[in-house]
C-alpha cells in the first residue's frame, strides 16, 4: 500500500562566520568607456558569486552589467575576500564590492553636483546618466562627467571593505553577537511511502527563503533547488558506511546521492525582508537550503505512517522494520538466517 | 600490462586469435564490466580480442518463431527494440533499467550474461525467458539453456578465453497464452545496482486456466541469479490469482538465501522484500497475460 504524507522543517541560520571578524575587501575601477573593473578574492565555486557582485557593482554605478569585467579569487591581484563558506559572500563581499563601487564614483558625483548645482547627497547614477533625484530629465551622460574629471586630473577608483558587526562569544556564558544577520526558512514535503518495501518517493518540495533580497532571483532558485537535493540526499540516502575504521562506500557508485529521477518538482518562494545591513538588503542563502529539507520528508513520513524517526539516512529497511514493530511482527535484525 | 589488442573482422578469426594465445586472451566487447576488473586486477588477461567490430552479431530479430538477439546487442538496443517491447516486454524494461545511459549504450547482452553477476537486470528478466545461449568456439557451436552457463559457485562456465557467446535466443510470449513482468527496488531512482530484482514469465493454455508453467528469477539472493524452483513448483496447475501468488511468493522468499550486507540492507529485510516483489511481479504478470496490464 502507498501511504502519503506532509511535513514542515523550518531554520534559521547565521550569515557569517560565529563571532569573529570575518571582512572582505574589493577594488572598482570606472575606465573611460564606462568599463568597470570589479577585483575581489571571492570565488565563485558555481554558485554565481561573480555574476551577483557584478550586478551589485553595475546597479551602484548606474552602468549595464555586461560593462563590469570581474577579475576573482586570484591571491595574485585580487583583495582577501575570506572564504565562499558561511553563507557569506552576498552579504559580506557585496557590501565591499558595493562600497568599492561607491568611492570609485565619489568624483564623479562632486562633478555632477557642481554641475547641476545640487547638494551631492541628491545625485543619482542609472542607465549611464547623472541626475538629481528629483529631475530626472535633468541628467548628464555618465561618459561625458567622467571626461571632465580626467580634465581634472581625477580617475574613478576605490577600495571597499565590511567586516559584519559580531562580538566574541564569552567562554562562560556563550553571550555576545556571532552573526550580524540571520537567514529563515521554512520547508514543507510531500512524500509517498511504500509501506511494502519502505520505499520512499519524494512527491513535492516548498521552500520559502527569506534571503533579504534576492540580488539574482534565478540564481536564488538554483541554490535552492541544489540544497534541496542536498537535504533529500542527507535524509533518504547519504551514509558514510565504516567498518573497522575504513569507508566501505568512498566513491561516488557506491555513496549515493540523489540523480534527477529522486528529485521532485520544487517551488521555491523568494522572500525579500531587505536586511538594513545588506548589500541592496540582501542577506545569504548558500548553506541555508539544505538544513529543513531532511526534517521536512522525516515529518511526512511520520505523518504518513504515525511513526517518529530519529536516525538518518531513513532507508527503506529502517523503515519497514518499524512498520514491522508498529504491527507486531518484529524488526528486521542482521545475522538471523544462514548466509 | 596488455600485451596486445586485437580488433578481428570475423568470428573466425577472433577464434583462432583466442587459440593463438591459449589461455591468455581474452574476449571484450563493450567492457563496461572487464575494464574496471582488469583495472582493479581482478581478472588477469595479456591480450584483448576486441568482437565490436561483428556487426552480425548486433542484431534483434524474429526467426523461425524465436526471437534471436545478437550478444553485441547493447541494453539500449533492447530497452528501444519495439519487438521486445511487443514480445518480451519485461526484457526491454529489464535492459532499461542497468547502470546509466551511458553504460547502457555501451554495455552488451553478452557481456552481461558471460559476466556473470547475480543481479544483472538484463541476464535476470532472459532467465525467466527460458532462454538458450549459441556458444562458438574453433571445436563447433554448441545451443546450451543459459541457466547452464551460470557455475552453482557463481562465475560463468563459458569459458571467454576459448569461446564465444554469438546469440541469446527464446520464445516470444505469445498473446493471452504468457505474462511476464520485471521489477526492481534500488537505494535509489537511476543509476543503482538493485536491492533486489525480479523477473517471472507465467505460461497458460486458455484464458483465467490453470498455469501450465512459471519461472521466477531474482537477484542478489546468491551466488548466480536464483530460480525459486519450489515457487514455481506450486504455480504449475494452480490457478492464477491471490491465492496461489502469494503461497508462491512466500515460497520464494524461504527459498532464497540473500545475505546481510550493509549497502543492500539485511537478509530478513531482502527476504520479505523477495516476498512482497515476487507477488507484484506475478501479479503484474497475470494482468499482462489476461491483456489488462501495462505490460512491463
Redesign the interface.
Known sequence: MKKRGWGLGCMWYGIGNTGMPNPSGAFVELLDDATVILLTGCADIGQGSNTALAQIVAEELGVALEMVKVVSADTGVTPDAGATSASRQTYISGNAVRKAAETAKKPLKEKAAALLKVAEEQIEFRDYKIFPSFDPKCALPLKNVIRECRRDGLLTLGHGSFNPDTAELDKESGRGIPYATYAFATQWAEVEVDT??G?VTVLKIVAAHDVGKAINPKAVEGQIEGGCSMGLGYAL?EEV?L?KGMI??PGLS?Y?I?????MPEIISLIVEEEEETGPFGAKGVGEPPLIPTAPAILNAVSNALGIHFTELPL???KI??AL?EKNNKGA???????? | MLEAYYKPASLEEALSILDDFAGRARVIAGGTDLVLQLMHKEVAADVLVDISGLRQLRKIREENGRIVIGALSTHTDLSESSLLQEKAPLLSAAAGSVGSLQIRNVGTVGGNIVNAQPAADTAVALLALDATAKVVSLSGEKQVLLEELYSPLGGSNLNPCREILTEISFAPLSKSKAGGAFVRLARRKAVALPVLNVAVVIHSEEAKGALTDARIVMGPVALTPFRARKAEQVLRGSFPGEESFCRAAGLAADEARPRDSRFRGSAAYRKELARVMVLRALTIAQSNLDGQGVNR
Do not use: R, V, Y
Open positions: 511494502e518495501t520505499e540516502m558506511i567498518e566501505l562506500n557506491n549515493l540523489p540523480t534527477f529521477k529522486d532507508t527503506p529497511e519497514l522494520s514491522h528486521f535484525q542482521e545475522g538471523d538466517l544462514d548466509a
